[in-house]
């Protein structure tokens, strides 16, 4: 049996991603490289990366995790029996996003009879009852009722892959087909992400003050795969939903087939006249970089605001949605493995704008400042994300207007400055329209230090430092981890005037305290250098 090792870390900063490699146990107290359920993001093998805090009870505002192997996972963090599904035998590995406390285990089974075992273990899952549950399934994770609340499985045409991002490993260098899924949540990082009282749902609306989902396996069945349907004995139990295309309501021929219906949030009345646009999407980074979106096809509504796209080539896509007087909207992803069918309905709201200006302290105007409304919901709280709202610079006057945002929706503003700290922070909510929006861009200063040992030599292996505001009530507040050089020397730069804690110790983002923890001042323009002796191994914070 090959041992699991962490391969690396995707850090995602708004439009920039980092990826690093992680090797050693080192990197994480507490023995979290054994990948106990759901804590792969608390791994924090960061480099050079700062978060704004108050998404996660650490400070990651979006860190995909990932490690490759079998070594067996505990289950003390997880419902019942989920472990035993989790150390299957044919797993290549493990992932989680930090944005989505649900953990990702991906297998490779030897034929239908391992996966038939694999179907007896996951149906003797116990999880708690509820009436209303999240979907793990479907495209964008829609909400279900189900009154049973039954474990779930789900069929995919195949053939799929280990996720892109797993590839950037040391040792996974090649596509790596997997025949199924098994996804889990942590209870607790579920409900401390989503159902705090206190809590920003920042476009999260979807899962916001929502239970945990129930345990759910994706099986993908053709296209090499070693999972025949036919011979697969499903457990009374567990519920089944077809995704495959012969399992669509009409059987698309000479390509993929897209159905739509468009209505107004407003009335509620379908929308005729509406165009259902495909924006092929670019399947790797590279290509994405290189690429400008290429549209693949487009439909207008009728009288019943239905309309449908056939013959379309395989491929993934995004689909827009625009109509006369309304923000555009993106209501998912549509991928086509061949004769894929696919059918939504969407809500529009007519079109609306925010405005402001940006200021330094002494409330001198700001041009040429990058401006831009992420996270931006509707009336109605869902997500709603529209291709046309794009960032915008301050005019001679510092003032700026973003455009195609919907009607008495809110939006949360950036103002994207190297060197400079916003205010108010960047996960305030604004009513769309908005008419006089301030915001003040301060000055930043920069913490520089060094970790050692007692001894004052330089520390062994890899050694991380953290950095945020005292206390608990971290929401809005700046703060980031990184990994520091082979010396021991760390800087962190950009930081907003105020105290900080410093600390080596992965304590202080989990629990706010670190028994190596230095306070430092950090001035505007100004340098604060801070020494931080690393605590010894399995000390508590004081």
């Known amino acids: 049996m090959s041992k699991s090792r962490v391969v690396g870390l995707i850090v995602d900063r708004g439009e920039e991603q980092l990826s690093m490699p992680c090797t050693t146990s080192e990197q994480v107290r ?9 804590r792969l993001g608390k791994l924090l093998a960061l480099s050079g990366s700062f978060v704004v805090f108050g998404v996660w009870p650490v400070p990651l505002f979006a860190m995909t995790s990932f490690s490759e192997g079998d070594e067996p996972v505990g289950g003390e963090m997880a419902p019942l029996g989920a472990a035993k599904v989790a150390n299957s035998p044919g797993r290549l590995g493990c992932w989680e996003h930090g944005m989505m406390p649900v953990t990702h285990y991906e297998f490779r089974s030897k034929d239908t009879a391992a996966f038939n075992e694999a179907l007896k273990a996951f149906a ?6 509820s009436l209303w549950r999240p979907s793990l399934a479907g495209e964008g994770g829609s909400f279900e009722c189900d009154e049973a609340h039954r474990l779930t499985l789900v069929l995919h045409d195949g053939p799929e892959y280990l996720p892109e991002f797993m590839l950037r490993g040391e040792t996974v260098k090649e596509k790596r087909q997997l025949d ?3 996804s889990v949540s942590t209870p607790i990082n579920w409900h401390l992400r989503f159902n705090q009282p206190t809590r920003s749902p920042l476009g999260d609306w979807r899962y916001f003050h929502k239970p945990p989902p129930p345990p759910q396996i994706d099986a993908y069945i053709g296209g090499g795969g070693r999972i025949i349907w036919k011979d697969v004995q499903v457990p009374a139990n567990i519920r089944v939903i077809d995704q495959r295309a012969e399992a669509a309501p009409v059987q698309p021929v000479g390509g993929g087939l897209v159905r739509g219906t468009v ?14 646009i495909l924006v092929r999407i670019a399947e790797t980074d590279k290509q994405a970089e290189s690429a400008t979106p290429q549209e693949a096809g487009r439909a207008k509504t009728d009288s019943r605001g239905f309309a449908e796209l056939s013959a379309i080539p395989a491929g993934r896509y995004s689909i827009v949605v625009r109509a006369d007087k309304c923000a555009a909207r993106t209501p998912g992803e549509y991928t086509n493995k061949g004769n894929s069918y696919h059918e939504f309905a969407v809500e529009l709201l007519n079109e609306s ?11 001198h105007p700001l ?7 992420n996270d931006t919901l509707a009336v109605d709280g869902m997500p709603y994300t529209s291709p046309d709202a794009q960032p915008v610079m301050t005019d001679e006057k510092g003032c700026f207007v973003i ?3 919907p009607w008495q929706g809110f939006t949360a503003i950036h103002c994207n400055v190297p060197g400079l700290h916003q205010t108010p922070s960047i996960v305030e909510l604004y009513r769309i329209p908005s008419e006089e ?4 861009m301060t000055g930043t200063g920069t913490v520089r230090g060094k970790v050692t040992e007692h001894d004052g030599k330089a520390p062994a292996g890899e050694v991380h430092v953290h950095i945020q505001k005292p206390g608990r009530n971290l929401v809005g507040t700046w703060g980031g981890s990184m990994k520091c050089q082979a010396d021991g020397r760390f800087e962190f730069q950009g930081v907003p005037p105020g105290e900080y804690l410093v600390s080596a110790d992965a304590l202080l983002p989990m629990e706010g305290k670190a028994a190596d923890a230095k306070s430092v001042t950090v001035k505007a323009g100004e340098t604060a250098e801070v020494e931080i002796t690393k605590a010894a191994s399995g000390k508590s914070a004081q």
Do not use: N
């Open 30 to 38: 507490a023995g979290s490289v054994r990948l106990t359920m759901g």
């Open 124 to 129: 003797a899952i116990q999880v708690p009852m």
């Open 180 to 182: 199924w899924r098994f």
């Open 263 to 276: 209505y107004s949030m407003l009335t509620g009345q379908p929308i005729s006249g509406a165009a259902i």
């Open 353 to 363: 704008s925010v405005k402001g200006c940006v200021t330094d302290t002494e409330g």
């Open 367 to 373: 041009p040429g400042i990058p401006v831009a409304a």
């Open 403 to 405: 455009r195609s945002l």
């Open 437 to 440: 929006l301030k915001f003040v």
